[in-house]
């Protein structure tokens, strides 16, 4: 069947509602999976200033080990989507997080830097596969009125869930080895959730919610390599692309308690108290998001979505300036300042995934979501982590944050004005291309 994307009818045909069996089932299983993944991902950085005290280190090795662990994606994210191609999205993530489980145990007996860094980096490459598979999975489960509410549960529920075992992972830090019984607690933790997989996961057809009643009569087409580069010319997806790499808030979940610690003065647990507030307006931006997108696509249309994904980056650099440039010995003053950012960060996955979802062909979208997550993110942020790691040390961690957080998060709303002339009309022919195929499979 062809792949090609013809030329967009004058109105975008309405995308076809489809209730998918066991999508719900399915979402929830992803929401554990990603809630231990998210605890191992955050111990690094919310326990940093105990391993730095056990292991010498400083913010420039802070910023190397989160700059290789998402450099890491760039190779691994294509190659367990590719896998999952292969065997089964199921599979995929199952052998991911066993894996992931495996080299985070081992990572609580690294007496040196050096192998902290390989297996942390190794773990990363393992679970990097999850993202992209998960959210082909929740556009495969659930039609294009409905993804910006899943998706917000998604990252809302596990942010929420994060946040309260932020504050605990905190706690270790009071004993000197408190960091490593970290490691090997998430570890065995995300060997379970694999297992857990197995039993509680059901694969979804590609393209299920888009093709409805026609879903089983619809020819699968097998994803090349060309059509994946054939994204980059959807004007949609390039400027999405291109805001990923401005996307600087992604650096305060790596520098934020940090910031805290060695910037206002606060001891290591009190500054990570600010990860449940945090995780607490995550879950409100996402969630609450989800559905405001929902209500936005029915009274505005395609640009409302825009709009909504500007007013976010705007909100988050207001924020931010007054979080990090004002010095206040409170910590109530930061934890009510970090769950701003929290909701203003969150606001974005409900409408981005959806975005990028609508602009894709169905079985083009987990390599799409390896090109955002694991490739364009993965260079945004290792260029942001390693860079501020490096200025940290020679300049401090408020300058680091006016520029990144503030100021290029307002640069990167000005480049999202973008989508206002090229989104509606790369949504009408991705609607063009699924209504023909369904057409054709019905006659």
């Known amino acids: 069947m062809n792949t090609a994307i013809s030329a967009p009818p004058e109105r975008s045909t309405p995308r076809r509602a489809a209730g ?25 950085t919310t326990l940093f200033p105990a391993i730095a005290k056990t292991l010498g280190l400083g913010n420039t090795e802070l910023g190397l080990l989160s700059t290789l662990g998402r450099l890491i994606g760039v190779p691994f994210g294509p190659f367990w989507v590719w896998y999952a191609n292969r065997t089964s999205r199921r599979q995929a993530i199952f052998v991911s997080t066993l894996l992931s489980g495996a080299l985070a145990a081992a990572s609580g007996f690294a007496d040196n830097f050096l192998i902290l860094l390989l297996l942390q980096t190794l773990q990363a490459g393992a679970v990097i596969g999850l993202t992209p598979i998960t959210n082909a999975v929740i556009a495969d489960s659930f039609d294009d009125k409905a993804r910006g509410r899943a998706v917000g549960m998604l990252y809302g529920i596990s942010a929420i869930l ?51 009643a026609a879903a089983q009569r619809v020819e699968y087409v097998r994803p090349r390599f060309a059509d994946s580069v054939k994204l980059m010319r959807v004007p949609t997806f390039s400027i999405m692309m291109a805001s990923r790499l401005l996307s600087g808030h992604l650096l305060i979940g790596v520098f934020g308690v940090q910031f805290l610690v060695t910037e206002r003065g606060f001891d290591n647990a009190v500054a990570a108290l600010v990860a449940l507030p945090f995780g607490i307006g995550y879950f409100l931006g996402t969630v609450g998001g989800g559905f405001v997108v929902s209500a936005i696509d029915r009274r505005a249309g395609g640009n409302g979505r825009v709009v909504f994904l500007q007013a976010a980056q705007v909100l988050f650099a207001v924020v931010a300036f007054f979080a990090t440039q004002f010095d206040v010995g409170a910590i109530g003053f930061y934890i009510a300042l970090w769950g701003l950012m929290g909701l203003a960060q969150g606001l974005n996955p409900g409408v981005n995934r959806p ?62 004005g973008l989508l206002y002339r090229f989104y509606p009309r790369d949504r009408a022919r991705v609607d063009a291309l699924i209504a023909a195929r369904v057409q054709e499979e019905s006659r």
């Open 20 to 44: 998918v069996a066991g999508r719900w089932r399915n979402l929830s299983t992803l929401v554990g999976v990603t809630v231990v993944e998210s605890g191992e991902g955050s111990l690094t």
């Open 162 to 212: 994060s946040s309260v075992i932020g504050p605990i992972i905190g706690l270790l830090s009071i004993w000197e080895s408190g960091w490593r019984w970290g490691f090997w607690g998430v570890g065995a933790l995300l060997v379970l959730t694999g297992f857990l997989v197995l039993v509680l996961f059901r694969e979804p057809q590609v393209g299920a919610a888009d093709y409805g």
């Open 355 to 416: 975005i990028l979802m609508s602009v894709m062909a169905p079985e083009l979208r987990a390599q799409g979501f390896v090109i955002y997550l694991t490739i364009f993110e993965v260079i945004g942020w290792a260029a942001f982590t390693f860079v501020a790691g490096v200025l940290a040390d020679a300049f401090g961690l408020q300058a680091v944050f006016f520029w990144i957080l503030v100021v290029l998060m307002l640069v990167n709303a000005g480049v999202l």
